[in-house]
């Protein structure tokens, strides 16, 4: 790098750093003061520390920082490079937060260069603060080199960060691959696959990376050719077994190939080899239990419990999932406990109280008392109302797994029209969910009725299709104004990821073309932050961010949305 490069990093850092708000993560007090005195020589006041993963969520959660700083090993049994997997899978930090790992393992760098989501940079205990300023002022430049990329994408420009990414290519010869990558990732979000296999492609004639094989592999997954998608995922996973998340999706093409009990050992290697994981700990419970491994199910769930418990990550659903599995089991007196644990975990939380009713009632039913089980099935019904009204009111996230073992209980003790209505509505909103799905055919199959299972979800999945093919079809006609009510309505009767993201755009489209309604288009964004909430990385979901950022521009409207 020449010497103006140097200068010119120098000269940003200078002015900048003295505002920049910084976290260090580190187990031991003294370490964290002892960078707090390195940082302050730098100009930095704006100091946070933490000593654990789950501090650091909170902190993240509260303050936005534009450094982290984290000891590799922490005293929680993650390490620095998992915890940052964890912050931007979970999109808890900024594309443009600076994020250092500390270590003392010099080997630590070979490691690095096959992860996923590498560090911006890492520091080699001891150092100095020399060699501190130097890795900031290298990282800093870095970010402001693609901070038009980050800025697009924080607002849901995805094409605006498209065209951002292409000027850094041009540009800035250093930073081709990192645009590259960028410009990949965007591309296949939108849903365009074959410009992402192609930029993907390009990168390997250059570089043969982890990510870029990956990134191919995804684009030839969507295009149908599993076999080929899930052969690069292996390859990746010989070459680089710190990728976590290939196994992730080596994982899903098994599932799409219908090899559940593949799919499941794929899992488990990446929780081995991730152990900590609270996310790939559920995924393994889930698909042991579709797979009635009772043992492997149950042991995973209890490690999501362990690893997330006094954290902002732990879960109803994660003592529900548990609970289940033992009464499956058999194992009533355990499922009891953990019933007895959420309780105490959750005092208060009316969707724990729900979880433990219906745990009870499936217990009692088990063992022969139906009447005190039909008992607490009623209570449950009446509780789940309750929760249902809370959350709609505060627009919190209401459990769907809960929701069908509630059916479940209703079918256990005799109540099978409560119980139908209830599969009916959790089975058209989570139609592309293959757990949940999954676990609503499970319990057709325990309560012995597997046929009426398939023809309600056919019967589901139908009204689906018809539902959308009258928006559609309208839209197709010229009928703007007639496909946004049709979508709106099927929205509001059926509020799936397909119809929330439909209604959007269709709302979006009509604005665009015939004048902003602010009315109007805070319905669709309501319509889109639901989508987002089920799955914020899907394509469809970006197309809509996409057509309202456009939209919004063309009106001279200030884009906000998180």
């Known amino acids: 790098m020449s010497a103006l490069d140097n200068d010119e990093m120098l000269l940003i850092l200078q002015q900048s750093l003295t505002k920049k708000r910084v976290l260090i993560v580190d187990r031991h007090p003294p370490a964290r003061e002892s960078l707090r005195l390195m940082l302050a020589a730098l100009g930095v006041t704006a100091v946070h520390g933490a000593g654990n993963s789950a501090e650091v969520i909170r902190q993240v959660k509260a303050n936005r920082f534009d450094i982290i700083l984290s000891d590799f090993v922490l005293d929680d049994g993650r390490d620095g490079q998992q915890l940052l997997e964890e912050l931007r899978h979970a999109q808890l930090i900024p594309l443009s937060t600076v994020y250092l790992i500390i270590t003392s393992e010099r080997g630590y760098t070979n490691v690095v260069a096959m992860a996923e989501l590498a560090p911006d940079d890492y520091l080699i205990k001891p150092f100095t603060a020399d060699q501190l300023q130097a890795r900031l002022v290298k990282a800093i430049f870095k970010k402001h ?4 990329i980050y800025e697009q994408i924080e607002h849901g420009a995805l094409q605006e960060a498209i065209a951002a990414c292409d000027r850094v290519i041009q540009q800035q010869p250093g930073y081709m691959y990192d645009a590259l990558r960028f410009k990949g990732e965007l591309l296949h979000s939108l849903g365009r696959t074959e410009e992402a296999e192609e930029v993907f492609r390009r990168v390997l004639e250059g570089r043969v990376v982890p990510w870029a094989k990956m990134g ?3 684009a030839l997954r969507d295009r149908g050719a599993l076999d080929e998608a899930g052969n690069l995922a292996e390859q990746v996973l010989e070459e680089a077994p710190e990728f976590l998340s290939a196994y992730d999706f080596l994982a899903s093409v098994h599932e799409a190939k219908g090899r559940l009990l593949d799919a499941q050992q794929v899992l488990q290697r990446a929780a081995d080899a ?8 559920r995924l393994v419970g889930d698909t042991a239990a579709r797979n009635k491994d009772l043992r492997g199910a149950e042991k995973a769930y209890a490690k999501v419990i362990d690893r997330s418990r006094g954290s902002s990550l732990r879960s109803v659903d994660d003592y529900a999932n548990l609970s289940r599995v033992l009464v499956e089991r058999g194992d009533f007196a355990a499922s009891r406990k953990v019933a007895a644990d959420m309780k105490r975990e959750w005092r208060g939380d009316k969707q724990a109280e729900l979880a433990a009713l219906v745990a009870e009632s499936l217990c009692l039913d088990a063992e022969g008392s139906p009447e005190q089980a039909k008992n607490l099935v009623e209570q449950a019904i009446a509780l789940q109302q309750q929760v249902a009204t809370e959350a709609a009111g505060k627009g919190k996230h209401v459990s769907q797994r809960l929701a069908v073992d509630l ?21 058209a909103e989570n139609h592309e969910d293959p757990q949940l799905i999954g676990q609503i055919t499970s319990v057709f199959e325990k309560t012995g009725q597997p046929d009426a299972g398939k023809a309600l979800l056919d019967q589901v999945s139908k009204q689906i299709i018809d539902l959308n093919n009258k928006g559609v079809m309208a839209a197709r006609n010229g009928d703007l104004e007639g496909s946004v009510q049709l979508l709106m309505q099927a929205a509001e009767q059926v509020p799936n990821l397909q119809f929330l993201v439909n209604a959007a755009k269709a709302i979006f489209t009509l604005v665009d073309r015939k004048g902003w309604d602010h009315e109007l288009v805070a319905k669709g964004l309501d319509y889109l932050l639901r989508a987002q909430r089920k799955d914020r990385k899907s394509a469809k979901v970006a197309s809509a961010r996409q057509l309202y950022v456009t939209a919004a521009k063309k009106y001279g409207i200030e884009v906000d949305m998180p």
Do not use: D, F, W
Not at 145 to 148: E, F, G, N, P
């Open 145 to 148: 080199v693609l901070r038009r």
């Open 216 to 218: 191919l592999a995804m």
């Open 274 to 281: 991730s152990p900590h994981n609270t996310i790939r700990q």
């Open 407 to 427: 059916a479940h209980a209703c079918y256990a003790t005799g109540q099978a029209e409560a119980a139908a209505k209830i599969m009916r509505q959790v089975a």
